[in-house]
T-cell receptor, first 113, second 113 residues
Framework: DAKTTQPTSMDCAEGRAANLPCNHSTISGNEYVYWYRQIHSQGPQYIIHGLKNNETNEMASLIITEDRKSSTLILPHATLRDTAVYYCIVRGITTSGTYKYIFGTGTRLKVLA | KAGVTQTPRYLIKTRGQQVTLSCSPISGHRSVSWYQQTPGQGLQFLFEYFSETQRNKGNFPGRFSGRQFSNSRSEMNVSTLELGDSALYLC????????????FGSGTQLSVL
């Protein structure tokens, strides 16, 4: 199973872009990169996902390197409400053909006023 | 559309007891997966059910079991509780396909005394 490595914590000034890196050097060709975030005492919330192309939605942008060994989640204008733990996850197919998410330990992002 | 509902929200049990947690997925979602979250181990995958069949399982002992009903509602059972089972148990639902995102409930906080 592909593993992910993320920095333990990061700070970002309110209004600035938050760039959260993730390393997934053992990712396979058919495995997707997903990002979720978890605000204290709530369930994780989906942010964005991609396979090999960069993706953008109303919440964030996902930049995946050409070799797919790493990615960066970009929150373009961070607000205090973006303070959360951000998980980079690789979703892969098991040998039996089913799907499984592997959650890393996440990055604790603190947005500072 | 109603979100994923988990009951109860909080639970206190003693060692040796058993516990059943419930999860109602988003209407139309056929996949329900369960996760255990602890401060030390992070989010760990327990198992996934799709159309009443377990189609994937994590590395947890047999004391952890689950099932899914015809209406896609799922239950998770832990028998012979141990202190280390104290955790936030999260349930997530999805349509179950290859490129799907998970929708999480708020979890059940289990404390084993």
């Amino acid at each position: 199973d592909a593993k992910t490595t993320q920095p333990t914590s990061m700070d970002c000034a309110e209004g600035r872009a938050a760039n959260l890196p993730c390393n997934h050097s053992t990712i396979s060709g058919n495995e997707y990169v997903y990002w979720y975030r978890q605000i204290h005492s709530q369930g994780p919330q989906y942010i964005i996902h991609g396979l090999k192309n960069n993706e953008t939605n109303e919440m964030a942008s996902l930049i995946i390197t050409e070799d797919r060994k790493s990615s960066t989640l970009i929150l373009p204008h961070a607000t205090l409400r973006d303070t959360a733990v951000y998980y980079c996850i690789v979703r892969g197919i098991t040998t039996s053909g089913t799907y499984k998410y592997i959650f890393g330990t996440g990055t604790r992002l603190k947005v500072l006023a | 559309k109603a979100g994923v509902t988990q009951t109860p929200r909080y639970l206190i049990k003693t060692r040796g007891q058993q516990v059943t947690l419930s999860c109602s997925p988003i209407s139309g979602h056929r996949s329900v997966s369960w996760y255990q979250q602890t401060p030390g181990q992070g989010l760990q995958f327990l198992f996934e059910y799709f159309s009443e069949t377990q189609r994937n399982k994590g590395n947890f002992p047999g004391r952890f079991s689950g099932r899914q009903f015809s209406n896609s509602r799922s239950e998770m059972n832990v028998s012979t509780l141990e202190l280390g089972d104290s955790a936030l148990y999260l349930c997530a639902s999805s349509l179950g396909g290859e490129n799907e995102k998970l929708f999480f409930g708020s979890g059940t906080q289990l404390s084993v005394l």
